[in-house]
């Protein structure tokens, strides 16, 4: 069972290029989210699926996109990136999205655009 | 959207000495309010939470205390011990999770 899993750990990309961010998870939830964290700023969220076929904006969704591809895979895609898209990006998902539902957090990954 | 605030955003304290970090929140709608603790490099982790029908929850050395009615809620750590320190955020949840910004904890040994 290994929870949330992403890829890739790190990237480096320029500003223009586009790459896409996985997720996935093995617990059966039915709930992903996609959050970025900053330093100073905290963690906030970029999109969410509430579950299989549905996604929604969270709070900072502008530069984004999401595809809820299966039950267990959550993708994030920046088309055209911009250096104000560095941060780390961090996956989770829970057992069914209410608002007292325990979040569990992936690993992470790095992102730098230059 | 709801703004929750997290203070102190450093705090270092000698092992063994308790550590006490508080959060405020703007929406009365919030019922759901975790802490995560945050290591170097790592991925946010949940430590403790409470509901909020709840005043107060002990886990251990942990324990979160809840006040509805001035809107803030506090996590409390006793007999710090080194491994605690680490960087860790509030959240408040109505419809979505809302983190504050952080508090990077030091424990002197």
């Known amino acids: 069972n290994a929870g949330v899993t992403q890829t890739p750990k790190f990237q480096v990309l320029k500003t223009g290029q586009s790459m896409t961010l996985q997720c996935a998870q093995d617990m059966n939830h039915n709930s992903m989210y996609w959050y970025r964290q900053d330093p100073g700023m905290g963690l906030r969220l970029i999109y969410y699926?509430?579950?299989?076929?549905?996604?929604d904006k969270g709070e900072v969704p502008n530069g984004y996109n999401v595809s809820r591809l299966n039950k267990r895979e959550f993708s994030l895609r920046l088309e055209s990136a911009a250096p104000s898209q560095t941060s780390v990006y961090f996956c989770?998902?829970?057992?069914?999205?209410?608002?007292?539902?325990?979040?569990?957090f992936g690993p992470g990954t790095r992102l730098t655009v230059l | 959207g709801e703004n929750v605030e997290q203070h102190p955003s450093t705090l270092s304290v000698q092992e063994g000495d308790s550590a006490v970090i508080k959060c405020t929140y703007s929406?009365?709608?919030?019922?759901?309010f975790p802490w995560y603790k945050q290591e170097l490099g790592k991925r946010p982790q949940l430590i403790i939470d409470?509901?909020?029908?709840?005043g107060e929850k002990k886990d251990q050395r942990i324990a979160v205390t809840l006040n509805k009615t001035a809107k803030h809620f506090s996590l409390h750590i006793t007999e710090t011990q080194p491994e605690d320190s680490a960087v860790y955020f509030c959240a408040a949840s109505y419809n979505q999770f809302y983190f504050g910004t952080g508090t990077s904890l030091t424990v002197i040994p």
């Open positions: 929406d009365s709608a919030s019922n759901y």
């Open positions: 989770a998902s829970s057992v069914w999205g209410g608002s007292t539902d325990t979040q569990y």
């Open positions: 409470i509901r909020s029908n709840v």
């Open positions: 699926s509430a579950s299989e076929g549905t996604t």
